[in-house]
């Protein structure tokens, strides 16, 4: 019996462990989004003398599409033009600037743990190098150049299919041979032209999940740290070895004029933590596998009339005090919920918020994991 109880415990401890590992498979997310924007530049140089531009100048448009390999890194592939014009008290002219470029993106949102204040703010960088024409009327033919490129986008989300961006660009052309007013300049090699975009737009996630890589959060899914259930189990061993073999029933069993009480082993594994229901990150429906703990609490409540519960919420450290509060009563709140449709009287039940668990390393996103739950009191 001992060997078959610390089994379970042990499986079950498992399993909850492994249900609160969010992995970052193709199928969680979407991948795939497309980049629409337009705005001002600002050339900076070349300029022959008494040519310049407004500032900032209209126009820019820039259409991307965009891959994400993981809710932090991708890459993505965009054209890009800017008409370039005098203004009022500069001498006339009229140069369009076309580029494409491959460039590498970071969610820095997702690297910075923005989702510990916001989930509705998101920023990317990104940069790259790509192709670049210069074209002006006073000559024939293309100013032909390299370009690098690097900026920042801001994100608003909308929805799970749209995001608001607010992006900032800064290029830097390669061997450009004509100034932006279209002026030859000899022996002009490195780089040595310099512009500058600001653009408003938005991005159309594309794909058939509901959450685009931009927005969903995953944890680290390498080796899990099982020290503390291992000490769990440690302690269940040590307590079962103290603990007479009898069977465990409901009423004192009377033998030989003497009563004796058996201890109520169940409830005080209930009450010990070895059935807990956890979360998902900002979640409060269980994670389905936890669920297995509910229904060892139910059963015990149905056998046992006369208990009453306490449904006691955890929440991580991440986040603010009160935010983590709500969040726990709204998990206790959950699994109230659940008892309550499968029979037990909401009188027997009572919900306490207990907030962020202080007793888990706040750093450690194994012990995160196992702070996102439910535990039970039996009364």
């Not at 022996?187 to 890589?213: E, P």
């Not at 297995?292 to 059963?299: R, W």
């Amino acid at each position: 019996m001992k060997k078959i109880v610390v089994t379970l415990a042990f499986a079950l401890g498992l399993m909850n462990a492994n249900a609160q590992t969010e992995t970052s498979t193709p199928s969680n997310f979407n991948k795939w989004s497309i980049e629409l924007a337009g705005g001002v530049n600002k050339p900076q140089k070349p300029f022959s003398d008494n040519y310049f531009t407004s500032t900032p100048s209209p126009w820019v448009g820039d259409f991307g599409v965009r891959y994400m390999f993981n809710n932090k890194f991708g890459l993505k592939a965009d054209f890009g033009y800017n008409s370039l014009t005098n203004k009022s008290n500069s001498l006339d002219f009229d140069s369009r600037y076309y580029r494409v470029d491959l460039q590498a993106v970071a969610n820095l949102g997702r690297i910075m743990n923005f989702e510990t204040w916001t989930n509705t703010i998101g920023l990317l960088g990104h940069a790259g190098f790509g192709y670049a024409q210069l074209r002006n009327d006073v000559y024939k033919g293309a100013d032909e150049m390299t370009n690098f490129i690097a900026g920042v986008t801001g994100q608003i989300k909308l929805s799970n299919r749209v995001a608001l961006t607010g992006d900032f660009s800064t290029i830097f052309n390669a061997s450009q041979d004509r100034s932006f007013d279209g002026a030859y300049l000899p022996n002009n090699r490195g780089f040595s032209g310099l512009l500058f975009n600001g653009t408003v737009g938005l991005n159309v996630y594309l794909g058939k999940n509901t959450k685009h890589a931009d927005w969903v959060v995953t944890e680290n899914s390498g080796n899990t740290d099982l020290s503390a259930l291992e000490n769990k189990v440690a302690n269940l061993e040590e307590q079962i070895k103290k603990t007479p073999e009898k069977v465990i029933v409901d009423r004192p069993v009377t033998t030989n004029n003497t009563v004796v009480n058996d201890k109520d082993l169940l409830k005080e594994m209930i009450n010990n933590e070895y059935y807990s229901v956890y979360f998902g990150f900002n979640k409060s429906t269980p994670i389905e596998n936890s669920t297995a703990a509910i229904d060892v609490v139910l059963n015990y409540l149905r056998k046992n009339p006369s208990a009453s519960l306490d449904i006691i919420g955890y929440a991580d450290q991440v986040g603010k005090s009160d935010y983590n509060e709500k969040l726990s009563k709204a998990r206790a709140n959950s699994v109230k919920t659940i008892l309550e449709k499968a029979g037990i009287a909401s009188s027997r039940l009572n919900v306490t918020a207990a907030g962020a668990d202080t007793s888990i390393q706040k750093d450690s996103e194994e012990a995160r994991r196992l702070a996102r739950r439910v535990t039970f009191r039996v009364k």
